[in-house]
């Protein structure tokens, strides 16, 4: 099976705006979507993009999504930080028999 | 409002057994799968296993990791998800989040708030 690896932290000032990558160790990450989950501390996760690039309802455009086949990776955006988008981000994506998460990355809003 | 509400987790000794529920409002339950989704203490999210919908045959699929030792099933008539977990061990200790899956997406529209197994003697 494959692997997604992310960075284990990012921090930036509110305002400006951070990048996570998700990178895929084997496959090619743009045969199956890509999701991006927040999980803030005590709470179960929510889902900010789904299906590469797509906003759920509710999710202010701040956050993006996007697929880059040259480093076989994806990217979430976060842009205008704010306190409130401290958490942590996991990517998400799929085989035809199994579901893989990225390890994961903490966002900080210094 | 699409509701998942888990249910069924709490203190058991290793090698023995739990059926965690997962009850669900606010949509049609039978046009869905669902997966389930654990979170040990501290560490990321790993995902367990999924059931598509009856329309695509309710077949399952597992991680390595819990294959053969646990099992999902589904209740479209009272709209309930199910997780049988046998032989617990230790490592199996986490929060339960149960999901829902769109059609096609391969991911995770909804989540529920958790529930927690604690594996211990």
């Known amino acids: 099976n494959f692997m997604l690896t992310q960075p284990h932290s990012v921090s930036e000032s509110p305002g400006k705006a951070v990048t996570i990558s998700c990178t895929r160790s084997?496959?090619?990450?743009?045969?199956?979507?890509v999701h991006w989950y927040q999980q803030r501390p005590g709470s179960a996760p929510t889902t900010v993009i789904h299906?590469?690039?797509?906003?759920p309802s509710g999710v202010p455009d701040r956050f993006s999504g996007s697929i880059d086949s040259s480093s076989n990776s994806a990217s979430l955006t976060i842009s205008g930080l704010k306190t409130e988008d401290e958490a942590d981000y996991y990517c998400?994506?799929?085989?035809?028999?199994?579901?893989?998460f990225g390890t994961g990355t903490e966002v900080t809003v210094l | 409002e699409v509701q998942l509400v888990e249910s069924g987790g709490g203190l058991v000794q290793p090698g023995r057994s739990l059926r965690l529920s997962c009850a669900t409002s606010?949509?049609?339950?039978?046009?869905?799968?669902m997966s389930w989704v654990r979170q040990a203490p501290g560490k990321g999210l790993e995902w367990v296993g999924l059931?598509?919908?009856?329309?695509?045959?309710?077949?399952?699929e597992y991680a390595a990791s819990v294959k053969d030792r646990f099992t999902i099933s589904r209740d479209d008539s009272r709209s309930v998800a199910y997780l049988q977990v046998n032989s617990l061990k230790i490592e199996d200790t986490a929060v339960y989040y149960c999901?829902?899956?769109?059609?096609?997406?391969?991911?995770?529209?909804?989540w529920g708030q958790g529930t927690l197994v604690t594996v211990s003697s």
């Open positions: 999901t829902r899956e769109p059609l096609r997406s391969g991911g995770y529209d909804y």
């Open positions: 606010g949509f049609t339950f039978g046009a869905y799968a």
């Open positions: 059931i598509r919908s009856n329309t695509y045959g309710g077949t399952t």
């Open positions: 084997s496959g090619n990450i743009a045969s199956n979507y």
């Open positions: 299906e590469d690039n797509q906003r």
């Open positions: 998400q994506t799929y085989d035809d028999s199994s579901h893989v």
